[in-house]
């Protein structure tokens, strides 16, 4: 992470952005404070809470979105992370591989139109529009906490619909054991293509049960704005008892299949990331623990980290007899 001095005199008012007041007053308190506090320091963090320039996205507001108070999670232990912040440290290699390279670079890439081709066992292939798949007059919105395999964190507010109804619309077979989702390449527009390390385009899956089961979403939105393209538009799913990478960006491809698909990082390193990814405390990364996480913005790793990333007793029983040391 870069540390950059700057005096309050160089923070806009314009960074305390109305969006920080979507959550609620207390956030909103939060994010001041935190923006005071760095400022009396002289220190701020690129891409901490009042600190992120000028790379906060502004995208329209969606118009048919209603909180879904069965996904939601106790704000006393899990503040929502601000919008600034889920904003502008991400993670999505083909624009780079900082942290703060998103934000600075994936406003270029044109989402509009989009189309995704739908095959593999199924009985509608096909292609179609974002509109086709995702019921835009119907979203919902669910606080969920995303938990990188990196041992970092945030609690998001995201727009969008079952992965199950957009699955539903095209008929998967019985065969269908799996889907796999296959992301976006465009080398014009994505700059970090050809130095990130591993191959395009980012390919990642579940086994047909994790896609269908109710927890698993389809992402068009974040706090009921259209989601950001550092954040994987036009659409992008979220699998939250699992590690962030399992939720590829800009999804142009939905295949059904009866063989477990190849999942880039487990392509990519076969000893450090397995297929199933589920959030374990008990299972460390070879380089690091699982067994705590670091919640942004702050700095330490100083929250234990929970078995299926807090969601086990709605997902534990798709695991039983499994051991998920083999099948991390
Ligand atoms: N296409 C694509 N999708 C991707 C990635 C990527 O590099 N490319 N990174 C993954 C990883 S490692 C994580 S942790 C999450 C980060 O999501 P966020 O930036 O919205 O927090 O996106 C995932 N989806
Ligand atoms: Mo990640």
């Known amino acids: 992470m870069i540390i950059k001095t700057r005096t309050s005199a160089d923070i806009p008012s314009s960074e305390i952005t109305p969006e920080e007041v979507y959550w609620s007053r207390r956030d909103f308190m939060r994010v001041a404070t935190a923006g005071t506090i760095g400022a009396a320091a002289g220190v701020l963090l690129v891409g901490g809470d009042a600190a992120s320039c000028a790379q906060v996205p502004t995208t329209p507001a969606l118009a048919h979105v209603t909180r879904n108070p069965a996904f939601v999670v106790d704000e006393k232990v899990d503040p929502v992370t601000s919008y600034s912040q889920i904003t ?3 993670n999505y290699y083909e624009f780079g591989t900082d942290k703060s390279d998103p934000a600075a670079n994936a406003g270029r890439l044109k989402v509009k139109p989009w189309t995704v ?3 593999g066992l199924c009985d509608k292939p096909g292609n179609y529009g974002v509109e086709d798949l995702v019921d835009f007059n119907n979203l919902e919105e669910r606080v969920y906490r ?5 041992a970092w964190s945030m609690v998001m507010p995201l727009d969008g619909v079952p992965l199950a109804s957009v699955l539903k619309k095209v008929g998967p077979q019985s065969k269908a054991a799996y889907v796999e989702f296959t992301t976006l390449v465009r080398a014009s527009e994505m700059p970090g293509i050809g130095s990130a390390g591993i191959a395009f385009p980012y390919v990642e899956g579940l086994r047909m049960d994790e896609a269908m089961h109710p927890l698993t979403f389809m992402v068009v939105g974040l706090y009921g ?3 950001p393209n550092q954040n994987g538009a036009p659409l992008r799913v979220h699998i939250p008892w699992k590690y962030g990478f399992k939720s590829g960006k800009a ?3 939905i295949r ?3 063989q477990q698909p190849q999942n880039t990082w487990a392509v990519a390193s076969p000893n450090e990331y397995g297929f199933y990814a589920n959030v374990n405390p008990t299972v460390d990364h070879p380089r690091w623990s699982q ?3 670091r919640r942004l913005p702050g700095l330490f790793k100083d929250r234990p980290t929970l078995m299926f990333n807090g969601y086990a007793d709605q997902v534990a029983h798709l695991y039983q007899g499994m051991d998920l040391r083999k099948y991390f």
Do not use: G, M, Q, S
């Open 251 to 253: 999804i142009v491809r």
């Open 117 to 119: 081709k739908v095959d």
């Open 225 to 227: 704005k259209v989601l």
């Open 291 to 293: 067994a705590r996480e």
């Open 146 to 150: 995303h938990r990188c395999v990196e």
């Open 88 to 90: 502008t440290f991400n």
């Open 256 to 258: 059904f299949t009866d």
